[in-house]
């Protein structure tokens, strides 16, 4: 069974700074790219940043400069990083990860085929 796992999210101040993890088990996604999304109530699932097979990141412009995605094969993890987090970053987090072998990212939901349950993170004022 394939599992994407998230955790890192929470409570924090506007500024401030968390990491994500997602941790990923039941297959390997070495050779497949990983993405970001987060969903907030009432709207649609949007994409955040993406990392291909190779490590080669993409973000939304609205991230970019301040989250950073990064992938350990070797744990079979990937990460967000999120520093200067502002209130509008406050929803669900969901890791997702690609069915396809050495394509590079996309930020459409539907290329991923695997997504977690999401991890909630909260930017107070």
């Known amino acids: 069974q394939v599992q994407l796992v998230e955790s890192g999210g929470g409570l924090v101040q506007a500024g401030g700074s968390l990491r994500l993890s997602c941790a990923t088990s039941?297959?390997?996604?070495?050779?497949?790219?990983m993405g970001w999304f987060r969903q907030a109530p009432g709207k649609e699932r949007e994409f955040v940043a993406s990392i291909d097979w190779s490590a080669i990141p993409y973000y939304a412009d609205s991230v970019k400069g301040r989250f950073t995605i990064s992938r350990d094969d070797a744990k079979n993890t990937v990460y967000l990083q999120m520093n200067s987090l502002k209130r509008g970053d406050t929803t669900v987090y969901y890791c997702a990860g690609s069915g396809l072998e050495y394509h590079a990212s996309s930020s459409r939901r539907d290329h991923y085929a695997y997504w977690g349950q999401g991890t909630q993170v909260t930017v107070s004022s």
């Open positions: 039941g297959r390997t996604f070495r050779r497949h790219a």
